[in-house]
C-alpha cells in the first residue's frame, strides 16, 4: 500500500469587513453609562490616513470629539472621498478639536526618534487631561512597526487614566490597519 501523503486543498479566505464605527465605541461603559454617557477617559485614536474613508474618519471625529488631533504625518493631506483641507479644519473646529502639526518642521523627512521627543515635550508642555480622546493621524509606511506602543510609552506618564488605544480603520476579528 503505497503512502498516501494530503495534499494541500485551495481554501478561500474571506477578505476582513470594515467595523462600522459606532458613538458606543467612544463613550465610557460604565454603570451610569446609559443615562450619562461619558467619553472614555485615557483614549488614544490612531488614524491610519492613507487607509481610511472619509466616513470612517468624519465619524470618529464626531463620535470621540477629541481635545487634540495631532499630526505625524510628514505630507499631510485630507483628500479622502470628498473631504479638503479645508472641511477637514471646519470639522475640527465644530467639534471643538485643536489641531497641532508635529511635523512641519521637519520639512517632510520621516524621523521617529524626532517626532517621539516633540511629542513629549508638547505633554510637558501643554499638560493634556485625557478626560477627552487624543487623535493621531499617522502614515503607517511612514514610521517603523512599533511606533504607536513608543508613542504610548510616551504618553503614559502624562496619562493618568490607563491608556486605551483604538485604531481607524477597524476590521473584524481584531485586525487593524497596522497588522495588514
Do not use: C, W
Not at 494541500?8 to 453609562?33: N, V
Not at 470612517?56 to 505630507?75: D, I, K, M
Not at 465644530?94 to 515635550?121: F, Q, W
Amino acid at each position: 500500500m503505497a503512502d498516501q501523503t494530503e495534499r494541500p486543498r485551495l481554501q478561500i479566505i474571506r477578505a476582513p469587513q470594515r467595523e462600522t464605527i459606532k458613538p458606543d465605541d467612544f463613550q465610557d461603559q460604565g454603570a451610569q453609562s446609559s443615562l450619562f454617557p461619558d467619553r472614555r477617559r485615557g483614549l488614544l485614536i490612531f488614524v491610519h490616513f492613507a487607509d481610511i474613508t472619509e466616513q470612517e474618519f468624519l465619524q470618529t471625529l464626531e463620535y470621540a470629539e477629541p481635545s487634540y488631533v495631532l499630526e505625524f504625518r510628514f505630507a499631510p493631506r485630507f483628500d479622502v472621498g470628498k473631504l479638503t483641507r479645508q472641511l477637514a479644519f471646519q470639522a475640527f473646529t465644530a467639534h471643538r478639536s485643536v489641531y497641532i502639526d508635529l511635523t512641519s518642521s521637519m520639512m517632510g523627512k520621516p524621523n521617529g526618534e524626532a517626532l517621539i521627543a516633540k511629542l513629549r515635550h508638547f505633554f510637558e508642555d501643554v499638560r493634556v487631561s485625557f478626560d477627552q480622546p487624543v487623535m493621531f493621524l499617522i502614515n503607517r509606511r511612514e514610521l517603523s512597526e512599533d511606533f504607536i506602543a513608543r508613542v504610548l510609552e510616551t504618553v503614559s506618564p502624562f496619562n493618568s487614566a490607563a491608556p486605551e488605544i483604538y485604531e481607524v480603520p477597524r476590521f473584524e476579528k481584531g485586525l487593524s490597519a497596522s497588522s495588514r
